[in-house]
């Protein structure tokens, strides 16, 4: 069975990657191999930081890695937060705070249209590769649900009356950002093993 290291701090993210990836894969965490260090996120997109986030931990540890850097694009925002969806409230802010700005900018504003937008760098016998995947959707006038992570309480994909937080968690997967990307890895992995 291959195993990838998913190169993420984010204990949401990995639980998500697990489910999506299904059992034909050793999804490695970052604390099953005690790496416990920040990793670098410098680039202004989102390519740039999946490749960076990927190659960093490539370099520390010479396993088959990935990561995935993913944005929530407004429309009215003129595409913000996007690649500084995680601190977009400010440095060292709670996440509840990014959900707020969003929600006060968005105020009185009828154009609610945004998107996520995932890519991920898979790094496999050392060589780099991209896979995106992208769902849209609009940004509810306020929270509902308790589960996912992030933007999820706010954000109601197309052609659903449920937000991500509110649907299970295959629902969201079978259509999000991150399943769609990891989709086309899985594809892209099958292939390279015929
Ligand atoms: P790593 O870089 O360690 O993977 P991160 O949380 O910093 O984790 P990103 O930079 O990719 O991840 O994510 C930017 C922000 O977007 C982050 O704060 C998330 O909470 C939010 N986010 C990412 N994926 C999301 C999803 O599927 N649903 C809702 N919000 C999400």
Redesign the pocket.
Known sequence: MLSLLF????QH?LR?VREIMGNDFRILGLKDINFDSE?P?TSETLSG?AAQ?ALFIYEKTSMDCF??????EVDALQGRPGVY??RYAGEGCR?DD?IEKILRELNGIENRKAR?C?VVCLIIDGKEHLFEGGVNGVITKERKGKD?????PV?LPDGHHQT?AEMPAYLKNGI???GRALFKMLRFLKEVDK
């Open positions: 190169a993420t701090n984010n993210k998500e990793i996120e930081n986030k990561a995935d850097d993913t944005g929530l969806s995680a996440f990014n996520f995932c996912g992570f992030g933007y999820d954000f991500f999000s950002h991150r």
